[in-house]
């Protein structure tokens, strides 16, 4: 092949590769834009699915209310069925101090109430008996959600009688004990309803409403762990009676067998 017949081979290879480059991107191109296209199909129907959601989450909240009621009506007949529903939850128990404790075996009724648009946010109710620590009969918090979407919560002002702000009486103690001592002794459960700093992840308030609220009864049934181990000391004390008596069974027969062979008479 002359020289001058391979340069013309080469740019028509090199033209054709070049062709091929244009085809596949326009190619691309047009894939992407149909992507978009689809994507945005299926961006609409999330958006319907939502509302559909919303709205029969709404049913639902309307018809679980009746039985809400029954249930707290219930509760109610249990002595403090709340304090140790949070006393056996294990994130609840970790923000719980001994006073904290004593402060809501007051506590006899709580309730959960999500707002008629799911999506704005929900109010949780504590009602308690008279008690020496504060004045209120019933403590709330609530969470929002504005129309920009950004999260903010306000709650009651607890009324604390003299010298029983178990709020102020966590800092303290801690200031006392030590650096040491901060990091065993959690705050206050009641700083909670004073704490609005970052209502968009209120770690407590999503417990309470998502895992407590819908079945706290599986938490006061958590079995005490002090009965568990208590069992279990008595299940290994019988075992070991029992293997005493196999032991003292085994011996028995051994001598039994002694006694047999002392008994019969040697051949002569």
């Known amino acids: 092949m002359s020289a001058s017949a391979a340069k013309v081979s080469k740019k028509e290879l090199n033209s054709n590769y070049d062709g091929a480059d244009e085809t596949s991107e326009k190619e691309q191109q047009e894939a992407i834009e149909h992507i978009d296209e689809v994507q945005n199909e299926i961006d609409r129907l999330n958006e319907q699915a939502s509302e559909e959601i919303l709205k029969v989450e709404q049913k639902y909240n309307k018809l679980r209310q009746p039985f809400f009621q029954k249930r707290s009506e219930l509760i109610a007949k249990i002595p403090n069925f709340w304090v140790t529903t ?5 994130q609840v128990s970790a923000l719980l101090g001994e006073e904290d404790e004593e402060a809501l075996h007051y506590l006899t009724r709580v309730e959960v109430t999500e707002f008629e648009d ?5 109010r949780i109710d504590f009602y308690f008996d008279e008690n020496p620590y504060f004045e209120n009969k019933v403590l709330s918090k609530e969470f929002h959600l504005n129309e920009s979407g950004d999260p903010s919560s306000k709650s009651t002002e607890i009324k604390w009688k003299s010298g029983k702000d178990l709020t ?3 800092s303290q103690t801690q200031n006392k004990a030590g650096k040491k001592r901060q990091h065993e002794e959690p705050e206050s459960f009641f700083t909670w309803f004073t704490d609005h700093s970052d209502a968009g992840a209120d770690e407590l308030g999503e417990v309470i409403k998502d895992d407590i609220w819908p079945n ?3 938490y006061y049934l958590v079995p005490d762990m002090d009965d568990e181990e208590a069992e279990g000391e008595d299940d290994d004390d019988e075992e070991g009676l029992e293997d005493i008596d196999e032991e003292g069974d085994e011996d028995d027969g051994e001598e039994d067998d002694g006694e047999e062979d002392d008994g019969e008479v040697c051949p002569r």
């Open 168 to 170: 102020k009486r966590s």
């Open 216 to 218: 706290p009864l599986q």
């Open 118 to 122: 799911i999506k704005s946010g929900y």
């Open 86 to 90: 949070f006393v056996n939850h294990p």
